[in-house]
């Protein structure tokens, strides 16, 4: 009898390069449903080796580059380990601009990158819904990781153990962003306790009918539509003690050049929605000039809505 032919081992995979954008979510009235891609991004390399190792640039560099508990290669593991999967030893180099702890949808972005990592070396063939579930289960909630991989506005759900459910949308027109980031973070955790239990009817009709016209607001390019459809009575109200930027920034709404304002995420960061009729760099300025006179210290990043996702 003939020898049998031996079966190829199918080659490993080469490197992979990922960008993947901050994201703001929330905005207002949408807790946990509803958020949007900013062109502000992590961007990872990443090659088999022989050993874990990691070198970081960009901000934060010293939390990017630790290889303790590091939540982009913790989740890489724990998805490979779960499926016995071989886990492949990278080396990654990392360049983030995205601000760490502070609602701009940092951890987000780093459960992404394990999953893609884990996704591509792995071999996984995982679709964009199971991308987007995994790490909103490991987030708890659907909005950054949406935005995140798919960029754009999105609004999702999840039920359960299902796969999340996501609708990406393009915002009409140009809405520029003005990212304010103060100098303390917040955890998630932390902000999630300033919340009640229980809210009234009448403060959730108004989070559904506000939820519903700032979709609008963005579909239609109705700009004048946002003072009214940022306002908010499930989340922000709670956290402004701990966000004390948010009511500052609010104070604005209305002024030349500011259409509204939220907390980014669970904050302590606020995303200053800005008019695209004036001048950016002068608004910039008139809203340093009024954090100044309040007492507050805050960088200030000029962003945009980038319709680039992690997968684009």
């Known amino acids: 009898m003939p020898n049998p032919i031996p079966k190829k081992k199918s080659a490993r995979p080469s490197g992979l390069h990922l960008a993947l954008p901050a994201t703001s979510a929330n905005l207002g009235p949408a807790f946990d449903a509803a958020a949007l891609a900013m062109d502000l991004y992590i961007t990872i390399d990443a090659r088999p080796a022989a050993d874990f190792s990691i070198s970081a640039t960009g901000r934060d560099p010293e939390i990017c580059q630790a290889l303790e508990n590091h939540l982009i290669l913790t989740t890489y593991r724990e998805i490979l380990q779960r499926r016995g999967a071989e886990v492949i030893p990278l080396s990654l180099r990392i360049k983030n601009d995205i601000p760490i702890g502070k609602g701009c949808g940092s951890s987000a972005a780093a459960r992404l990158a394990g999953i893609a990592l884990a996704n591509h070396f792995g071999q996984l063939h995982w679709t964009d819904s199971q991308i987007i579930g995994e790490a909103s289960r490991r987030e708890h909630h659907p909005d950054n990781a949406s935005a995140c991989w798919m960029g754009g506005l999105t609004v999702a759900r999840m039920s359960g153990d299902a796969e999340a459910q996501v609708v990406c949308i393009k915002p009409k027109g140009k809405w520029p962003l003005l990212l304010t980031v103060p100098d303390q973070v917040l955890s998630t955790k932390e902000a999630r306790r300033a919340l ?22 963005f579909m239609q390019g109705r700009h004048e539509l946002l003072a009214s459809a940022l306002e908010d009575r499930i989340h922000q109200p709670y956290r402004a003690p701990l966000c004390p930027l948010l009511p500052c920034l609010q104070e604005l709404t209305g002024t030349p050049g500011v259409l509204g304002a939220a907390l980014s995420g669970a904050g302590p960061s606020v995303v200053v929605f800005l008019d695209p009729r004036a001048s950016a760099q002068k608004t910039k300025k008139l809203v340093a000039s009024h954090i100044a006179g309040k007492g507050f210290r805050a960088e200030l990043l000029l962003a945009s809505i980038t319709p680039r996702g992690a997968r684009g």
Do not use: G
């Not at 959730?204 to 607001?217: D, K, R």
């Open 196 to 217: 009640p239990a229980q809210y009234s009817r009448a403060d959730a009709v108004v989070n559904i009918q506000n939820s519903m016209l700032l979709l609008v607001a």
